[in-house]
């Protein structure tokens, strides 16, 4: 699969030829140096190498392992080949690394912030479209969990569903009628009705979407023992630690997939 992605990539990028570097490539052979900009959590390495090898020989003489914390300055991938294959694959590495090691970042920014409390991090399926399994690994090397990957692993029934079905009882009784017991349920639920809702239907995990840190105290009191939480909404690094409630499993953050700022990184080129 993953071959397969990246192969689009850069077909989105060459398409037919690169004008510019064949119409200056003589067989040269060069080193490429790709440096950070900025500090960072690095994510992506190896595939930012099969891109360029899935181009042409390359050699490698120095890469990041992914999950390194690395400094403004530093070198993360040192590569050596011909100069066509590192010009075609230029901009494909370096969108993967530059966007990926951004998610890591971010990812390893809201770990840090609740260090010692015992709540994980979980991402959300708002990823951009075709690149969820990048921005998936990503938040893992940021030390982040991912929540369900698609809508084919897990059971979670929000807002929309209930509108569906006409509550929380009803949705769970029919997804028990459908699905299998070997997934797990888990209910996004608004206020405090319809945690107790949930509650007493028996699902495995409930979603406390957009309460109040108070509210959060009280759901936490009333679940506890019962289901897993997870808290969601509208938490950012500014008001994250308010809600690390002791009994709280996850809080969840769609911000760490879909508002990552891109890192800066550059590649060079030198004659050997």
């Avoid at 192969?7 to 510019?20: A, K, Q, W, Y």
């Avoid at 052979?29 to 500090?39: S, V």
């Avoid at 009705?193 to 309460?211: P, R, Y």
Wanted: proline share 1%; with cysteine.
């Amino acid at each position: 699969m993953v071959e397969g992605l990246l192969l689009r990539f850069l077909e989105e990028d060459i398409g037919h030829g690169d004008l510019t570097t064949e119409g200056v490539f003589r067989g040269e052979w060069l080193r490429a140096t790709i440096r950070a900009k900025e500090d960072g959590v690095l994510a992506g390495s190896e595939f930012a190498i099969r891109v360029f090898r899935l181009l042409g020989e390359v050699k490698v003489l120095k890469a990041l392992e992914d999950g390194r914390e690395f400094s403004k300055g530093e070198d993360l991938l040192v590569l050596e080949g011909p100069a066509d294959t590192l010009l075609k694959g230029e901009r494909v590495a370096l969108n993967l690394l530059q966007k990926m090691s951004g998610i890591a970042t971010t990812t390893r920014r809201f770990v840090k912030a609740l260090d010692g409390t015992g709540i994980r991090i979980l991402d959300t399926r708002k990823t951009t479209p075709g690149f969820r399994f990048f921005e998936k690994y990503a938040v893992r090397v940021g030390g982040g969990i991912n929540h369900r990957y698609a809508l084919y692993d897990m059971v979670l029934l929000k807002d929309n569903h209930k509108v569906l079905t006409g509550g929380i009882t009803e949705a769970v009784k029919r997804i028990r009628e459908r699905v299998s017991p070997l997934y797990r349920i888990e209910v996004e639920v608004e206020n405090l009705q319809e945690l107790l809702e949930a509650l007493n239907c028996g699902v495995d995990m409930v979603m406390l979407d957009n309460f109040s840190p108070e509210d959060v105290r009280q759901a936490v009191r009333l679940a506890r023992g019962k289901a897993m939480i997870e808290v969601s909404g509208n938490i950012t690094l500014h008001n994250i630690k308010d809600y690390a409630v002791e009994g709280v499993d996850f809080i969840s953050s769609g911000a760490i997939t879909h508002s990552a700022k891109w890192l800066d990184m550059s590649m060079k080129l030198f004659r050997i």
